[in-house]
Each structure stands twice: as structure tokens, then as C-alpha cells.
């Protein structure tokens, strides 16, 4: 059961509680909040924007509670470098510290609306359709994973230039994403 609280405050006792509307996703990264803009394929933090409306629940192991709160609309550099500051941005931010340490402790659960979950979906499948020109659906944790490590690379191609290494990095970098997109296809 889904209790309401004076100042918009929404919590269960039960993840399931949640259910039917959302369907909840345990977090484990901060990528899991954000989705490729328009009808993108390429994997750079420009194309990222945070996914609308999305809900999570924060779970509580002292009153043994889940609250239900509604992601804010970060800039995906503010979470991926929150040591980085900005003419916007001081990187100093507790929301933004609460939050990662909140996917960091496995206590963040995100909950995802039907059109949400559709429109995964149809992220993964266009993924899938422009690296290997054919049918099918990139899954979900793999694209994850290959989405840090774009945006790794991209931060060391643009921040790490000249430093001895640099070469070698990179490499290591794309021979690790490669090895990834590898992954995915099916073995026949």
C-alpha cells in the first residue's frame, strides 16, 4: 500500500507496492537515468538527457521504507564529474552526493512507467539496428556498459590530451568497447 504524506511525501512498505504503474529496476548506475535524445544512436554525453518524469524510490533499512521521489533533471556532467565545477555548476551539490551514494549503497530503485520502459525499448532495438544492420535488441546491462565506457572515452579524448599514455589509454578504451559490441551479438 502506497501511503501519502502532507508535503507531497510518498512511501510503501514494499517495492511491489509500486506495481502495476511502475515497473521497479534496481540502480547501479547513474546512466540508468538519462536516455539518447530524438532518434540518436551515437553514444557521447551531448546526445544524453535525462529520461522525463522519471520516479525512483529510495529505500530506507531503519524504518524499513521506500520513497518515492522524482528524479530531477541534472546535467549528466554535473553527476558523472561532481568534482568538475561549471560556470553553472559549483560541485559541491548535496543532492547530487545523496543521490550517487544512494545507487553507490544498492538502495536507489527506479521506477520506470509503461512508456518509459517502451521507450528503452526502443532505444535498445535502435542501437542494435545501427551497429549491426539487423533486427534485434541490444540488452539492457550491456548498453550500460557500453554507455560508461563511451563517455569515458570521450572525457579522456577531450580532458587528457598530451599526457604521457594518452595513446595507450585509448586503446585500452576502445578495444574494451569492441570487445563489448562483440558480446552482444548472438552466438549461432
Given at each position: 500500500m502506497i501511503h501519502d504524506e502532507p508535503?507531497?511525501?510518498?512511501?510503501?512498505?514494499?517495492?511491489?507496492?509500486?506495481q502495476?504503474?511502475?515497473?521497479?529496476?534496481?540502480?547501479?548506475?547513474i546512466l540508468q537515468l538519462y536516455t539518447l535524445k530524438g532518434r540518436t544512436s551515437t553514444l557521447t554525453k551531448?546526445?544524453?538527457?535525462?529520461i522525463k518524469y522519471l520516479y525512483y524510490c529510495v529505500y530506507d533499512p531503519?524504518?524499513?521504507?521506500?520513497?518515492?521521489?522524482?528524479a530531477r533533471p541534472y546535467p549528466i556532467e554535473n553527476l558523472l564529474y561532481p568534482d568538475r565545477p561549471t560556470l553553472t555548476f559549483a560541485g559541491d551539490d548535496q543532492?547530487?552526493?545523496?543521490?550517487?551514494?544512494?545507487?553507490?549503497?544498492?538502495?536507489?530503485t527506479i521506477l520506470y512507467s509503461t512508456p518509459q520502459i517502451n521507450d528503452?525499448?526502443?532505444?535498445?532495438?535502435?542501437?542494435?539496428q545501427a551497429n549491426f544492420h539487423t533486427e534485434g535488441?541490444?540488452?539492457?546491462?550491456?548498453?550500460?556498459?557500453?554507455?560508461?565506457?563511451?563517455?569515458?572515452?570521450?572525457?579522456f579524448q577531450?580532458?587528457?590530451?598530451?599526457?604521457?599514455?594518452?595513446?595507450?589509454?585509448?586503446?585500452?578504451?576502445?578495444?574494451?568497447i569492441t570487445e563489448l559490441w562483440q558480446k552482444a551479438i548472438p552466438k549461432i
Open positions: 508535503d507531497d511525501v510518498h512511501w510503501a512498505d514494499d517495492i511491489k507496492d509500486f502495476p504503474e511502475y515497473t521497479p529496476v534496481k540502480a547501479w548506475s551531448d546526445n544524453l538527457i535525462p531503519i524504518v524499513k521504507r521506500f520513497y518515492k521521489r522524482l543532492a547530487i552526493t545523496n543521490l550517487t551514494r544512494y545507487i553507490d549503497d544498492r538502495n536507489l528503452v525499448s526502443d532505444l535498445l532495438k535502435r542501437l542494435w535488441k541490444l540488452d539492457y546491462k550491456l548498453y550500460i556498459q557500453i554507455l560508461s565506457l563511451s563517455l569515458k572515452l570521450e572525457d577531450n580532458n587528457q590530451k598530451g599526457i604521457t599514455g594518452y595513446r595507450t589509454v585509448i586503446n585500452q578504451l576502445e578495444t574494451a
